[in-house]
């Protein structure tokens, strides 16, 4: 996801020993009631939860399904992943459907995302007599009929991806609170993804894309929505890595995931963590160096209880 600014591991213990005869001449076997009783077998020492670090966990998002096999091999680092409801930004297919039963029997959980409309999207529609409002609640509807189609349970939340970032426009503003309004009546819960990056907010004021939503939510007094960060800015980021930060660090209050590093990663923002990215400007998994991935964190392994 891009933005362009607007406004059990298992260590088994083995116990090994010998059976030895009888030294009795008659080799008369002791009574059951003195025949020693049995140790007990160890209990097995069981390792931290995949994909966790410190107190949350770490997940990763991206357009393209990687392949099961790959997914595999990757939950052994990440706890959960993105899953697209709808066809991505900028593609024409979604590869990722009708995998949630592969990945939930893998042991993943889910970070489930859906597209949103770009700014001059909303503006076509609404030139052809669609409002903003009425395109936020086509797109919620389409959504959570996909949910439905995936299997993903009631109360999954479900994330708009807001891919502008800056103060939210008029329409933009209609169109995502109708989106959230309108998932948060059926029977799965609204989340968004948005910039946590600052912009200018007036004379030495600044604001983020997440608290103009949440300032937006409050005056509108409407439904709690889920705020999915994106701040890949090198600060509070610790660029492209697996030892992510706490979500607290992201700059932001009561965040559901942080995304802290993009693929490609944004040039301007990222200079002082530049050396942790690939050559190519990509953020890469460990033993997956072809697999470029959006680098996430939350303090949950199934940040939209999809599982």
């Given at each position: 996801m891009?933005?362009?600014?607007?406004g059990?591991?298992l260590?088994?213990?083995?116990?090994?020993?010998?059976?030895?005869?009888?030294h009795?001449?008659?080799?008369?076997?002791?009574?059951?009631?003195?025949?020693?009783?049995?140790?007990?077998?160890?209990?097995?020492?069981?390792?931290?939860?995949?994909?966790?670090?410190?107190?949350?966990?770490?997940?990763?998002?991206?357009?393209?399904?990687p392949?099961?096999?790959?997914?595999?091999?990757?939950?052994?680092?990440?706890?959960?992943t993105?899953?697209?409801?709808?066809?991505?930004?900028?593609?024409?297919?979604?590869s990722?459907?009708?995998?949630?039963?592969?990945?939930?029997?893998?042991?993943?959980?889910?970070?489930?995302?859906?597209?949103?409309?770009?700014?001059?999207?909303?503006?076509?529609?609404?030139?052809?007599?669609?409002?903003?409002?009425?395109?936020?609640?086509?797109?919620?509807?389409?959504?959570?009929?996909?949910?439905?189609?995936e299997?993903?349970?009631?109360?999954?939340?479900?994330?708009?991806?807001?891919?502008?970032?800056?103060?939210?426009?008029?329409?933009?503003?209609?169109?995502?609170?109708?989106w959230?309004?309108?998932?948060?009546?059926?029977d799965?819960r609204?989340?968004?993804?948005?910039?946590?990056?600052p912009?200018?907010?007036?004379p030495?004021?600044?604001?983020?894309?997440?608290?103009?939503?949440?300032?937006?939510?409050?005056?509108?007094?409407?439904?709690?929505?889920?705020?999915?960060?994106?701040?890949?800015a090198?600060?509070?980021?610790?660029g492209?890595?697996?030892?992510?930060?706490?979500?607290?660090?992201?700059?932001?209050?009561?965040?559901?995931?942080?995304?802290?590093?993009?693929?490609?990663?944004r040039t301007?923002?990222?200079?002082s963590?530049?050396?942790?990215?690939?050559?190519?400007?990509?953020?890469y998994?460990?033993?997956?160096?072809?697999?470029?991935?959006d680098?996430?964190?939350?303090?949950?392994?199934?940040?939209?209880?999809g599982?």
């Amino acid at each position: 996801m891009r933005f362009a600014v607007l406004g059990v591991g298992l260590a088994a213990l083995t116990i090994t020993g010998c059976s030895r005869p009888s030294h009795s001449v008659n080799k008369v076997q002791p009574s059951a009631a003195v025949q020693p009783a049995p140790a007990p077998a160890p209990a097995p020492s069981i390792g931290p939860p995949t994909g966790s670090i410190g107190d949350g966990y770490r997940g990763f998002d991206r357009n393209d399904y990687p392949g099961d096999f790959a997914m595999g091999g990757m939950h052994t680092t990440f706890a959960f992943t993105g899953y697209w409801l709808t066809n991505p930004p900028g593609e024409n297919t979604n590869s990722w459907r009708g995998k949630r039963a592969v990945l939930r029997y893998q042991g993943w959980g889910f970070l489930v995302l859906a597209n949103g409309r770009l700014d001059a999207e909303i503006l076509k529609a609404q030139k052809s007599g669609t409002s903003p409002a009425d395109l936020g609640r086509k797109d919620a509807a389409i959504a959570v009929a996909a949910a439905h189609t995936e299997g993903f349970p009631p109360q999954t939340i479900i994330f708009l991806d807001q891919e502008e970032g800056g103060l939210l426009l008029d329409e933009q503003a209609a169109y995502l609170l109708a989106w959230t309004e309108a998932v948060y009546a059926s029977d799965y819960r609204p989340g968004v993804y948005a910039s946590g990056q600052p912009v200018s907010d007036g004379p030495n004021k600044t604001i983020t894309t997440i608290d103009d939503i949440r300032a937006r939510i409050k005056s509108g007094h409407l439904h709690q929505v889920a705020m999915f960060d994106a701040q890949d800015a090198c600060g509070p980021s610790p660029g492209c890595t697996i030892y992510p930060k706490p979500l607290t660090d992201a700059g932001e209050l009561d965040l559901t995931v942080w995304q802290y590093a993009q693929s490609p990663r944004r040039t301007q923002i990222t200079k002082s963590c530049a050396r942790t990215y690939g050559n190519d400007g990509n953020c890469y998994a460990r033993a997956y160096p072809t697999i470029p991935l959006d680098m996430d964190y939350a303090d949950t392994s199934d940040p939209s209880n999809g599982r």
